[in-house]
C-alpha cells in the first residue's frame, strides 16, 4: 500500500507534467490561432486561382506534361516535424505505407524522415518546414519537382498528407499534384501580352503552387490542432489525477490522525484504570 510520503512523490511529479503541458497547450493555441488567419486570408487567395484554373484548365495542364510515362511517380509525404500530436503523424505514414509500392519520395518534415530511416525507404530530398510554414520553402519545393519532371525522372506527382476537415479531425489523403489528362483548350480571351502561351506558362506555376502550398498549410495547421487537442487532454488527464491523489493523501493522513488519536486515548484509558 502506497504510503503518504510516495504519493506526495507522485504527486509532484504528476504537478511538474501538469505545468509542462499546460506551457505546450498555450503555445499550441497561438500558433493554431496565428495558422487559422493565415489559412483563411490564403484560401480566398487559393480559390481565385483554382477558378483561374477551371477556365483554362486545358492550357494550365500542358505546361506541366508528363515527358516520361515509364518513369516512376514522385509521392511528396508531408508531416510535422514534433510528435506530442496523438496519432497525426501516424495515421499519414500507415496511409502511405499502404499504397507504396515503388517510386522516389521527398521527405517533408521531420517525422516522416524518421519513419522512411527506420523503413530503409530511400529519400530523394528532405525537406523540413517551419511550424508556420514560408511560402519560399515551398517554392524551393516546387521547383524541385519540376526538375525532377522536366527531366523525365518522375511521371507523376501524388502528395500525402493530412487533410485540415476541422479542429478535430485530420483525414490522411493522396492527392495529384498536376493533371496530365488531355483537356481542351478552354477560355478564349481578346489579349494576352505578350502572348497566350508565355501569359499561361507563368500562370500554370502559380495555380500549381498554390495548391501545394495550401496542402503544407493545412499539415501544419492540423499539425497545431493535433497538439493542441493532445496537450489539452493531457493536462485535464493530469489535473484531474492530481486531484485523486489529493484526496487520497487527505485520506491517509486523517486515517494516521484517528490512529494516533485512538492510540493516545488508550494510554489515557490505561492510566486511568491503574
Known sequence: MATVQSLKKKL?????????TRAMKT???????????IYAE?????DEYLSLYESYRGDLNSVFSCRNPEAPCCYVVITSNKGMCGAFNNEVLSFFSDMYVNGIVISCGKKATEYFDKKDIAIEKEIVFNDIPAYEQVKELFSYIYTLLREGRISSVKTVYPEYINMIRQAPVCKELFNFE???????APLFVPD???????????????????????????????TLTAMRSAYDT?????????????????????ADVIEISSEFSMKGDV
Open 12 to 20: 509532484q511529479t504528476i504537478r511538474s507534467t501538469a505545468k509542462v
Open 196 to 226: 497566350r502561351e508565355t501569359v499561361m506558362r507563368n500562370l500554370a506555376e502559380k495555380v500549381f503552387l498554390c495548391v501545394l502550398y495550401k496542402r503544407v498549410l493545412e499539415t501544419a495547421l492540423g499539425a497545431q490542432a493535433a
Open 238 to 258: 493530469a489535473c484531474e489525477y492530481s486531484a485523486k491523489l489529493e484526496t487520497e493523501m487527505n485520506r491517509k493522513r486523517q486515517s494516521q490522525v484517528t
Open 182 to 188: 488531355e483537356t481542351e483548350a478552354e477560355g478564349e
Open 42 to 46: 490564403y484560401q480566398k487567395y487559393a
Open 27 to 37: 503555445a499550441s493555441t497561438v500558433k493554431y490561432s496565428k495558422l487559422s488567419g
